[in-house]
C-alpha cells in the first residue's frame, strides 16, 4: 500500500470517528439486549426512541446504512478496506447498527448477483431506506431437510404467476412486508431443475401467516399461506429454473447469520455455576459425578474456541478450509445443547419452574427447550455430519 | 420371584391403558395448561380412577384398600407415564400414602388411608428444600412446646400442594442440618395457621408449590412414630419406594416416546426416502432398543423387592431411578431430533416427553445423585 | 405328568447320581482352569491324565458322551427330561463334559437335520467315539461379515470336486482332523444359491494350515489353505446349492457358543478394583473422574444381569422374544469392552506390561487387547445392531 | 501469536517424515519386537535423527544445540507419533533435556547438554512410584550425609531406563509423601554403585524399566538447583512440557489411526458395497474427524505456550493430555473395530496403535488425571 493510499485512510478513519461520536446518540451505543431493542424498518416500522429514528435517519443520509453497495442503490460506495474502517469504528465506538433487515443481509446478495438492472434499482434502494421489511420463505412442511422437494406452485397464466403453496419457518413472517420464496414453476424436470426465486408482496390477496409455538413458548417463526395469489411475472429473479442456484448461494450468507443471531453476551461459566449450585466438600465439587461431567464439557468448550482461532489463523495464512463450517456448525450446536443440559443438572428443581417471577418466567426451562433446535435449524446435524463424510473425508455415496 | 408380570396385573394394565386413551392423553394435559386450570389436574378423570380404585392399590384392605401391591401400581404408573397424566396418583398414593402405610399408628393409618383410598383428599409430600434432592437436607424445625410441635420452614417441590388438604412434612426435631437423627415426619392439616403455599407452574405443565410454614402448631401425635428404624429410615424407605415408583412412570414414557420416534422414522421421508432406511437412525433406533430393554429389568426387579420387602430396595431404587433418568433423558432428546423441526413445535406432543423427562428426573434424585449413592453403597 | 412316570424319573435321578459317584474322578470334578485341561479327542489325541481317559471310557462305554442322539449313532437315546436331569446332576456334583468337540455342538446337528441316512451311520458314531476331531470353515479372507460372498471354489470334477480356496478364523485348524466347509459349487446363480455344504479329511494332500497371530499373542485361530483338494462326491451334505440353509442353521448353534467359551470364572468387580489401586479420599474413590465411570459401568452390568433373568422369566412363561440374541450379543460384549477399558485404566502403569512374571506375562493387556474382538467375532457390533433395527424395530430397508 | 506452524517448521516437519517414512516404520518397531532387541530403539535410526538435529532442537545454542523450539520438536514428535518411531526423544530430549535446562546451574548445563544434543547419552527420567502417574507422590529418599545424597527408593516407568547412561531422579529430601516441599531432582550416572535396573517389556513394545536406588552415594551438587521456585516447581513444569510433547506425539498416532481407517473404509468391500458408503460408518468417521480438529488446535496452542513461556502452561497441558487421551482411545478403537477380523490380527500395523494409545495415555497423567486436575485449577 503506497503512502498517499495510507494517508487517505488515515483521514478517513479519523473523519469517521469523529462523525460517529458527532452523530450517534449516547443510548445508541449501549449493547442490545433484546430482540426489541432492534430497528428493523418495513411499512409498519416502529422507533422505540427518538434516538433510534435520529440515529437511522442521520446513517440514511450519510449513505451509511449499506455502506458498500454502490451509490446508485442508495449505498455508501465504500470500498473494502474502508468499509472495514467504518465497521472497526463503529464497534469502537459500540454502535448499534441503525437498520436490521434480512434485505440487507440475504435477499440483496442474491439481487446484486443474479437480478436484472431494473430489478436491482427497484428493490436495494427500498431496502436501503427501510421502506420494505423482507422474510424469507424457502422451507415447507414436510419437507425438512429436503428443501428442494418443495411444492409451492407458481403457474404461469400468461401476465402473472398463480401461487398455491405453503411456507414454514419463515423468521417475523408475521411482520414483513414481502416475501422472497423458492416456488416450482416446473414439475417436469428434475426437482432441483423446476424451482424458481419469486418475490412477493405480503399485502397481496391470498397470503396469510400463523405463528408458530415452539415447545419453548412464543417464537418469531411463522407459517406463510399462499392461495391464488397473484405474482407480476416481473417479480421473479433471474430466469425460471435458476431458483436452486439463487437459494445455495444465499444459503451460505443463512449458515453465517445463525450463527450470531441470538447470542446475547457470553454464556454463563459453567464451573461456576456448578460451585454456587452444588457447593464443594473437601474442596471438590460435592457431586462428583456432575464434577466429571462439568470437567469435559469445559475441556471440550475450551478447545472448541482454540479451534475457532486456529483455523482463522490459518485462514489468514491462506488456507482456505471450506466445508469446516459443517463442523462449527455441528459441534458448536452439540456443545451448546450440553451446557444446556448441564444448567438444569445443575440448577435442578430451581431450574425447572416455567412461569413465575423467581425464574424470570422460565427462563432457564424455556432456554434449554430452545437449544434442541439448535442442532436442526440450518441444516440438521445429521446433514452436518454427512456433509463432513463426504466432503471432507471423501467418502462414498451408496 | 420371575420377572413378569401376573395376569391380574396384566388385566389392571389393559383397563388403565383403556380409560387413559381417551381422557388422560395429552390433549387433556395440554388443556389443563392452557386453561390455566387452578387445580392442574382432571379432576373426573381422577374419580374415575379412584373408582377403578387405582387410589387403593397400595392401601391394605383392612384400611379400604385393595391390598393389590406396588407391581400393579408399577403397572398403573407405567399407563400414566405413556400417556402423561396429571393426577395425585404420586404424590397422594405413593409418596404420603406409603408414609402413613409405614409409619402411622394404627389411628392415623385408619383416619387417613380409607380417605386416601377413597379418593377424598389430596396429600402433598413436603420434603424438599434445596436446589437439588438431598433427604438429609432438612432445616424446618419441629420444636416441642407442651403437647404441640411447632414447624417453621419453607418446603420446595411439594407437588400438588396448592390444592392439598394435608401435608406429611419432613422436620428435624434436633440435631444439624444433614444429620439423619432428628428427622421425623408430620401430618399436618393444609388449613392449620401459618401455612402460605405458592403454586409454581413447572417445565412440565404440572404443580410443585412452595410451601411456607410459619409457627404452625400441630398436636404432638401428629408426627408418623410407627416405624421401627425411627423417622429418618421411614423417610428413606418412603423414598425408595417413591423413586421405584417414578421409574415405572418413566418407562412408560421412556416407551412411549421410542414407540411415536419409531413409527415415525417409518412414515417420515426426506430426499423421496423414507428416513427409516438411513442406517445412522437405525444404529441409534437400535442402541436405544437396547437401553429400553435394561429399563425395563430394573423396573420390574425393583418393583417386585418392594412387594417382597427385599433388604435390596435402596440399592434397586437407586439403580431404577438412574438407569431410568439417564434413558429418559436419551430417548425424549432423541425423539426431538428424529421428529425434526417439527417436533421442536408445540404443536406436535413429543415435546411433552422431554418437558416431563426434565421434572421427572429432578424429582427424588436424578442420576448424578443415584450414580453417587451406588457407588457409597459399595464403599468407593 | 402321571405319577408312574415321575416315580420312574425320580429312580433315573438317583440311579444317575449314584453312577457318576461311584464313576467321575475326583480330579474331573473340578473347575476348568484353562482350554488346556479339556478332551479334545481326534487322531492325536492325548489324555492330560489317566483320570482324563478313564472318565472319557467310562462315559463313552454307558453311552452319555452325546446322551441325546440314537442310539444307533453312538447315543445315549435319553428323552428330554433324562438328558436335563443328567445335566443336573453333573452340574452339581461339577463333572467336567467328557469331550469337547465342535463335531457335538456344530456340525452333529447339521448332518441329523440335513444329512443322509448313510452320512449319518457314516459320521457321528466317529463323533462320539472322540476319534475325529472337527472343525469349521465359514470365513474367507476379505469376506468378514458378508459371509456368502465366499469364494472357495469346489467344482465338479465327475467322481470328486476339486476344492480351491482359503479359510480364514479356523479355530483350532492346526489340531484338527476334518473340517466341515461351506463352498461354491456354483458360479452362475445368485451367490446365496451357489453355496454348499462340504466335508473334508484334512490329511488329503493341498490340506494346510497357518497359525494367526491376534494383536493379543497366539489365538486359537488359523488360516486353512485348500490347493486341489480332492474330496469324494460323497462328502457333500444334502443337495449341491444348500450349504447356505445348512449354515444358518449352524450359525444359530455358533452364535450361543460364542456366549460361553473362554469364560473362566466371574470377572473381577470393578469398584473393588477401584478401591484397591486409586485409593479412598474422605470416603469416596480418590479420582472422582474414573469413580463416575465405574459407577456407570456397574449400573450397567448389574441390570444386563436382571435383564438375563427377565428374559429367562418371559420365556419361560412362553414370551419368546426370539432376535433378542442380537441384544444380548451386541450389549454383553460392549460392556466387556468397557471392562476392559476400565480396568486398564484403573491398573495404570501396572497394566501395560506384555510380558514378565511380574504381570503374569502381561495378562491384562492381552485380555484388554483380545476383547476388542468380541465386538467382531460372531456378528459384528453393527451386523447385530442391523438386525435388530430390522428383524425387532421394523425399520425398512433402503 | 497465530496457531499455525512456520515455513522453517513445516521444513523440519516434512525432512522427518521422509527419514522415518522408510526407516522408522512400524516394521521397525516390529522387528525391534520379535528379535527381543537388547536396546528397544534403532541406534543406527537415532543417529541419524541426531544428524537431522533433532537431539538438540530445544537446547540452547550456546549448549551446542539449534535452540529451535519445542513447536519444532512438537512437529517431530507428530511424525514419530505417525511412525510410531521408537527412540529416546521422549526420555533424553523432552523429559531429562528439558529438566536439565530449567533446572541446572551452568556447570551442569555445560556437561550435559552438549552431550544430549550430540545424540551421545541417554537420560532416564525417574520419577514414578505408584500405579498411576503422581507427581507428588514421591518415597524415595535423598538424604544428606556430608557433601553428599545418599538416595533409597524405586522408581517406575523409566523409559529407556535399561539402557540409560544416566537418570534425573525425582527424590525427596524432608517433607511427608505427598508434600510438595522437599521434591528436589538430581542427576545420577547410571554406574553408580547400588542402581539396578530391571526392563519391562510394555504392551507397545517399548521399555519402561523399574529402577532400583539402594544406598546410592552421589556428590551434593548433583542436585538441579537453578528454577527459581525450587525442585517441585521445576518438576511440574518439567511435566508439562513433556505432557505437551506426549500429545503432540498423540496428534500423530491419532492422524495416521484415522487416516489409515478411512483409507480403509474406502476400499473394503462387504456384500458387494465399499462400507465407507454404510452411513452409520460415515457418520462415526465424522465425529472422530471433529475431535481430531479439536486435537490439532489444542496441541499447535499448548506448543506456543511452552516457546512463549505462558503461564498458562499448566491448564494448556493438561487439556492437552487430556483431550489427546481421550480422542487416541478412541481413535484405535474405532480403527480396530471398523477394520474388523484383519484389524485383530497381528498382521495388520492398526492394532499398534490401539497399544501405544494405552501406553501413553497412562504416560504422565491419563484423561482422568487431567480432567481432575483441569476441575482443581478451577476450584471445583
Redesign the interface.
Known amino acids: 500500500m503506497n503512502d498517499s493510499i495510507k494517508q487517505n485512510l488515515d483521514i478517513f478513519r479519523k473523519e469517521t470517528r469523529a462523525w460517529l461520536e458527532a452523530n450517534c446518540p449516547e443510548s445508541m451505543r449501549q449493547p442490545v439486549t433484546s430482540p426489541n431493542d432492534l430497528y428493523w424498518g418495513g411499512r409498519n416500522a416502529k422507533y422505540i426512541s427518538d434516538d433510534q429514528r435520529i440515529w437511522f435517519e442521520r446513517m440514511l443520509e450519510k449513505k451509511w446504512i449499506v455502506p458498500y453497495w454502490e451509490e446508485k442503490y442508495g449505498g455508501g460506495g465504500l470500498n473494502n478496506i474502508e468499509h472495514k474502517i467504518l465497521t472497526e469504528e463503529m464497534t469502537k465506538l459500540g454502535c448499534r447498527k441503525p437498520l436490521f433487515s434480512f434485505g440487507i443481509s440475504m435477499l440483496g446478495p442474491a439481487l446484486l448477483k443474479f437480478a436484472t438492472a431494473e430489478q436491482k434499482l427497484k428493490y436495494l434502494p427500498e431496502i436501503v431506506q427501510g421502506k420494505i421489511r423482507w422474510c424469507q420463505g424457502y ?1 415447507e ?2 419437507a ?3 428443501l428442494a ?1 418443495l411444492q409451492t406452485k407458481a403457474e404461469d397464466m400468461g401476465d402473472h404467476y398463480l401461487v398455491n403453496g405453503q411456507k ?2 419463515t423468521s417475523y413472517g408475521d411482520k414483513s412486508d414481502w416475501i422472497f420464496c423458492l416456488v416450482r414453476t416446473n414439475f417436469e424436470v428434475s426437482k432441483h431443475k423446476g424451482v424458481s426465486f419469486l418475490l412477493i408482496d405480503m399485502a397481496s390477496e391470498g397470503v396469510s401467516t400463523r405463528p ?4 419453548s ?1 412464543k417464537s418469531p417463526f411463522t407459517e406463510t399461506f399462499l392461495d391464488n395469489v397473484k405474482v407480476p411475472k416481473g417479480n421473479l429473479i433471474n430466469e425460471p429454473g435458476q431458483g436452486w442456484t439463487i437459494a445455495k448461494y444465499l444459503l451460505t450468507h443463512e449458515r453465517q447469520m445463525i450463527g450470531g443471531v441470538g447470542e446475547t453476551g457470553t454464556p454463563p461459566q459453567l ?1 461456576e455455576v ?2 454456587e ?2 457447593g ?6 460435592s ?10 464439557f ?3 468448550e ?3 474456541d ?2 475457532i ?3 482463522i ?2 485462514a ?2 491462506g ?1 482456505n478450509s471450506g466445508a ?1 463450517s459443517s ?1 462449527f456448525k ?2 458448536g450446536t452439540e456443545l451448546n445443547i450440553s451446557r444446556y ?1 448441564l444448567m ?2 445443575l ?10 417471577e423467581a425464574s424470570n418466567e ?1 427462563q432457564l ?1 424455556r432456554l ?2 430452545r437449544t ?2 439448535n ?3 440450518g441444516g ?3 446433514i ?3 456433509i ?3 466432503r ?7 | 420371584m420371575p420377572l413378569i408380570i401376573t395376569e391380574e396385573q396384566q388385566m389392571l394394565k389393559t383397563s388403565v391403558k383403556e380409560l387413559l386413551k381417551n381422557k388422560g392423553a395429552i390433549t387433556n394435559l395440554r388443556k389443563l395448561r392452557d386453561d390455566s386450570d387452578p387445580i392442574g389436574f382432571d379432576k373426573e378423570l381422577w374419580k374415575e380412577m379412584v373408582d377403578l380404585g387405582l387410589s387403593g392399590l397400595v392401601i391394605p384392605e383392612a384400611y379400604g384398600g385393595l391390598g393389590f401391591g406396588y407391581t400393579g401400581l408399577g403397572q398403573v404408573l407405567e399407563e400414566t407415564g405413556r400417556t402423561l397424566t396429571a393426577s395425585p396418583l404420586v404424590s397422594t398414593v405413593l409418596l404420603s400414602g406409603t408414609a402413613i402405610r409405614l409409619g402411622g399408628d394404627v389411628m392415623q393409618k385408619e383416619q387417613l388411608l380409607p380417605e386416601i383410598a377413597g379418593g377424598n383428599i389430596v396429600i402433598g409430600f413436603a420434603s ?1 428444600e ?4 438431598a433427604p438429609k437436607l432438612v432445616k424446618t424445625a419441629a420444636t416441642l412446646q407442651g403437647d404441640s410441635y411447632v414447624i417453621n420452614g419453607t418446603k ?2 411439594v407437588l400438588d400442594g396448592h390444592v392439598a388438604d394435608k401435608f406429611i412434612v419432613v422436620a428435624r426435631t434436633n440435631g444439624a442440618v444433614d444429620e439423619e437423627a432428628g428427622i421425623e415426619l408430620f401430618v399436618v392439616d393444609a388449613k392449620t395457621e401459618g401455612i402460605t403455599t405458592e403454586r ?6 404440572r404443580n ?1 408449590a412452595l410451601v411456607h410454614f410459619k409457627d404452625v402448631k400441630i398436636s404432638a401425635n401428629s408426627r408418623l412414630d410407627g416405624f421401627t428404624n425411627g423417622g429418618y429410615a421411614l423417610l428413606e424407605k418412603t423414598l425408595d419406594i417413591a423413586r421405584i415408583g417414578l421409574a415405572a412412570e418413566m418407562l412408560g414414557g421412556v416407551n412411549e416416546a421410542f414407540e411415536r420416534t419409531i413409527a415415525y422414522l417409518k412414515e ?5 426416502v423414507i428416513i427409516g432406511t ?1 442406517q ?2 437405525q444404529h441409534r433406533a437400535a442402541k436405544m432398543f437396547c437401553e429400553i430393554e435394561l429399563c425395563k429389568s430394573i423396573v420390574i426387579k425393583a418393583l417386585k423387592a418392594i412387594d417382597a420387602d427385599s433388604p435390596d430396595l435402596a440399592r434397586l431404587a437407586s439403580l431404577a431411578k438412574a438407569k431410568l433418568g439417564e434413558i429418559y ?1 436419551l430417548v425424549s ?1 432423541e425423539g ?2 428424529l421428529f ?8 406436535e406432543e413429543i ?1 411433552f416427553f ?2 416431563r423427562a ?2 421427572v428426573q ?1 424429582t427424588l434424585g ?4 443415584h ?2 449413592r451406588l457407588a457409597r453403597m459399595r464403599f468407593f
Open positions: 422451507s412442511p414436510g425438512g431437510s429436503d422437494g414454514v419457518w408458530i409455538k415452539l415447545i413458548g464451573s456448578a460451585q449450585c452444588i464443594l466438600t473437601n474442596g471438590i465439587l457431586d462428583s459425578i456432575l464434577r466429571s461431567k462439568v470437567a469435559k469445559e475441556m471440550d475450551a478447545i472448541f482454540y479451534t482461532e486456529r483455523i489463523d490459518e489468514k495464512a488456507n469446516l463442523f455441528y459441534y443440559e438444569l443438572a440448577q435442578g428443581y430451581d431450574g425447572l419452574a416455567w412461569e413465575g422460565g426451562a434449554f427447550c434442541k433446535g442442532s436442526i435449524e440438521t446435524s445429521e452436518q455430519l454427512n463432513i463424510a463426504k471432507i473425508l471423501g467418502l462414498p455415496s451408496s | 424438599e434445596g436446589k437439588h434432592h420446595k417441590m409454581i407452574i413447572m417445565m412440565d405443565s410443585a417420515r421421508q426426506q430426499f423421496g438411513f445412522a437412525l433423558q432428546n426431538i431430533q425434526g423441526g417439527i417436533g421442536m413445535t408445540d404443536d415435546g422431554l418437558k426434565r421434572v429432578q436424578d442420576t448424578n445423585f450414580l453417587d
